[in-house]
């Protein structure tokens, strides 16, 4: 089974602050790696796709990299409604989601 | 516009059965392949099952196979998953979620509560 690590599990920020997010893979994914965002109580959504595709409708403030092992999302100036948890999900054998970072208000 | 709406959660005992069910609108159902994800309270995010759109292919997670299973009829738009020999830790919310062309999940329902307690 392939693990997904994410670092950090909290990450305190403020109103616009760069952002990175880090999702490490146990084995190599290529680039097969999504990335949601999800808020209490609602369901996840969507924000990258292929590693770097960046979902339709989603602001450009947000940005995925990386392949084989080491992926990140990074918001380049974070906005009000950032504050959120967000997931990285392998989708190259079966699926697996890391286990979240929450981005919280600092 | 693309809507996945989930139903069927609710309170059941341990070693109970439930059927989830998930009603598709706004795109052709019959040519996506679909999944179902739950999230414990608290916790994060885990794949649970997976279908094709014809159904030829199906998959499990560890944790649920030979006690689940996940089955569509595409004439209905419906996505289902049979949930029997229920555990306390199968008590999360419950989603579907549409699979796109690269099998990451671009649609996802509201979700619905499924709590295994006695």
């Known amino acids: 089974d392939i693990q997904m690590t994410q670092s950090p599990s909290t990450l305190s920020a403020s109103v616009g602050d760069r952002v990175t997010i880090t999702c490490r893979a146990s084995?190599?994914?290529?680039?097969?790696l999504a990335w949601y965002q999800q808020k209490p109580g609602k369901a996840p959504k969507l924000l990258i796709y292929k590693a770097s595709s960046l979902e339709s409708g989603v602001p450009s403030r947000f940005s995925g990299s990386g392949s084989g092992t080491e992926f990140t999302l990074t918001i380049s100036s974070l906005q009000p409604d950032d504050f959120a948890t967000y997931y990285c999900q392998q989708y190259n054998n079966y699926w697996t989601f890391g286990q979240g970072t929450k981005v919280e208000v600092k | 516009e693309v809507q996945l709406v989930e139903s069927g959660g609710g309170l059941v005992q341990p070693g109970g059965s439930l059927r989830l069910s998930c009603a598709a609108s706004?795109?052709?159902?019959?040519?996506?392949?679909m999944n179902w994800v739950r999230q414990a309270p608290g916790k994060g995010l885990e794949w649970v099952s997976h279908i094709t759109s014809s159904s030829t292919t199906i998959y499990y997670a560890d944790s649920v196979k030979g006690r689940f299973t996940i089955s569509r009829d595409n004439a209905k738009n419906s996505l289902y998953l049979q949930m029997n020999s229920l555990r306390d830790e199968d008590t999360a919310v419950y989603y579907c979620?549409?699979?796109?062309?690269?099998?990451?999940?671009?649609?996802w329902g509201q979700g619905t509560l499924v709590t295994v307690s006695s």
């Open positions: 979620a549409r699979g796109s062309s690269g099998y990451y999940y671009d649609y």
């Open positions: 084995q190599s994914i290529s680039y097969w």
């Open positions: 706004g795109f052709t159902f019959s040519t996506y392949s």
